[in-house]
């Protein structure tokens, strides 16, 4: 989908008289680094910006190198969550970069936008990091924006609407684009970043409603992914809400799907969902273990999962359960209950992440001290914290490769039957398929030769001893 955070930045910076700005997303492009390079050249401007999660900071960075090979005097500044939650570390790692927006950066990228124009100070503007010298000197945090119905709409017309194809393979009918009803999230689960912050802030329902009916008459929008962290946090609102899509007439005109917690749905609220024409609901379980979810500070009964995809199955409506492999305290008993437990579930779309302790969070400075079985991988580099393919953890409990193969092998136990593999391909289509089975293959092929396993090993890792070893913080 259009990244949200990118369009409302170009909306905002329109509305504060700045006209000359435009958006080049080269993953959604499939550019290559001369193709981005050549854009950026033909754009001929004065700052190039950038955002990125901690899995693609490096090659954000490697394109900031780029961008300054052709023309030294070109700013370049770097936001988004990984900036966010480390800014003097990314100043002071990544020397491409000139600035560093940290925090929500609407108001301080127009401030500052304003202050390079002017040839103003840099001091004052909150939320603002940038060098003197070789120094990274750190302004203020900038406090979060209350009043979100202050937020212009997006400007998805900046980016390349055709070039999107949506959250799931099998409803790509049509354009979908993001829509957020509500900022933050109060809970305190150890893997998460929390940076829109733990207060909740709501956009008004008539504010959501007119920006769907925007992003419909506008642009064509067919479908909306809410991507609010917990949808139905506030059920009385999610109601209300729901409620108000169906006096407008909006289901008769577009499908949408959203993400919440098993607890927070009901058989009431469902049914509701399902009349304005909800099609999908992602639950975020993490865990088969009664034990794991609450030292995770999830505060989940796991007998809520059951009941919540049950109850979606029963009012018509699609569940994606996602879980995460590989979470502190895991163990071969664990890992084995969470695999059953999830094949159990039986919901529509199974997503395994495995685990990735991202800046900013406990599972960070757990693996930091080498607490709770993990510790970071020696050498690790920022791209292999990613969620599907994290490779920036060593376990005392599993073998290198062991959870990545538990990851595969549930996949295949999961959608390779009767019952779900039609499923297999609403989520990713032939193509990603065939991707996926190729990388298979490579992965046992390395793992026969290395000869990991062992005669008779268990299928879902290898418990070892590890010597103890201080853990290496990547740079």
Known sequence: MPHYGLAVLVS????????????V????????????????????????????????????????QNVKAM?????????????????????????????????????????????????????EIAGLGWRQGATAVMNQARPLEKALDLLPLP????????????????????LELPVFSSMGCPYSCAFCYRGAGQTVRYFSIPRILDEIERDISRFGATQIYFCDETFTLDRARAKDF??????RGLPRRISWKCSTRPELVDKELLALFQRANCRLIGYGVETGSQGVADALGKGLDLRRARQAVRLTRQAGIRSEANFIL????????????????????????????LLSPLPGTRTMEMARKGEGGLRLRAGAAWRDFGWKT????????????????????????????????????????????????????RMWLETLNRNAWGRGAPSYGIPTAHKKAKPHPPR
Not at 99 to 122: N, Y
Request: glycine share 6%; hydrophobic share 40%.
């Open 12 to 23: 905002s910076l329109r509305a504060a008289g700045f006209s000359e700005v435009s958006v």
């Open 25 to 64: 997303d080269a993953q959604a492009e499939n550019l290559s680094p001369e193709e981005f390079t050549a854009r950026i050249r033909t754009a001929a401007p004065r700052m190039v910006g950038f955002t990125a999660f901690t899995v693609h900071i490096e090659d954000a960075h490697s394109a900031a």
């Open 71 to 123: 023309d030294p005097s070109i700013i370049t500044v770097i936001g988004g969550v990984h900036a966010s939650a480390l800014p003097r570390q990314t100043l002071e790692e990544f020397s491409a970069f000139d600035l560093v927006i940290f925090g929500e950066g609407r108001v301080t990228l127009i401030e500052t936008v304003r202050a390079i124009k002017d040839s103003s100070p840099l001091d």
């Open 155 to 174: 400007a998805f017309d900046a980016m390349p609407l055709p070039k999107y194809r949506g959250y799931l393979a099998g409803f790509r009918r049509g």
């Open 242 to 247: 729901t409620q108000a899509m169906i006096q």
């Open 326 to 353: 590989g979470l502190p305290g895991e163990t071969q008993e664990s890992l084995r209950g969470t695999i059953r437990f999830a094949r159990s579930l039986n919901p529509d779309f199974l997503n395994l992440s």
């Open 390 to 441: 994290s490779r920036a953890l060593d376990y005392e409990r599993f073998a290198p490769g062991a959870l990545a193969r538990a990851q595969t092998t549930a996949y295949l136990r999961f959608y390779l039957r009767p019952s779900r593999i039609r499923n297999l391909f609403r989520l990713v289509g032939p193509r990603e398929i065939l991707r996926y089975a190729r990388h298979t293959a």
